[in-house]
């Protein structure tokens, strides 16, 4: 009884994936740029739901769960690095920062 086809879903989720892949290769800044690669994660999760839904089967819900585990302690890292810099740099400009510079 699916009330929306999996096609709607997929549709979504290649767009979500779009945008993030867009704002990653066009956005300076550097907060902009993690949440574009957060959003490519999340839309790579919403295709598992999709596929686990549509089969029947809980094992792609299962690895979402996972999936949204380790994109939590990585944005936990991607921030205090993104942090860390500004305090060194000033900016978060990602054309402004180049670590390998005295």
Same mark, same amino acid.
């Given at each position: 009884?699916?009330?929306i086809p999996i096609e709607y879903y997929l549709i979504l989720s290649?767009?979500?994936f779009a945008v993030g892949v867009t704002g990653v290769l066009i956005r300076k800044n550097a @907060?902009? #740029?993690f949440m574009c690669i957060e959003l490519m994660l999340n839309s790579g999760n919403l295709a598992l739901v999709a596929f686990s839904s549509y089969m029947g089967s809980s094992a792609g819900q @299962?690895? #979402?769960?996972?999936?949204?585990?380790v994109a939590a302690a990585e944005a936990a890292v991607?921030?205090?690095i993104i942090i860390a810099i500004f305090r060194n740099k000033?900016?978060?400009n990602?054309?402004?920062i180049n670590i390998f510079k005295w």
């Amino acid at each position: 009884m699916n009330l929306i086809p999996i096609e709607y879903y997929l549709i979504l989720s290649a767009f979500m994936f779009a945008v993030g892949v867009t704002g990653v290769l066009i956005r300076k800044n550097a @907060i902009v #740029v993690f949440m574009c690669i957060e959003l490519m994660l999340n839309s790579g999760n919403l295709a598992l739901v999709a596929f686990s839904s549509y089969m029947g089967s809980s094992a792609g819900q @299962i690895f #979402v769960f996972f999936v949204m585990t380790v994109a939590a302690a990585e944005a936990a890292v991607g921030l205090a690095i993104i942090i860390a810099i500004f305090r060194n740099k000033l900016t978060v400009n990602i054309d402004e920062i180049n670590i390998f510079k005295w």
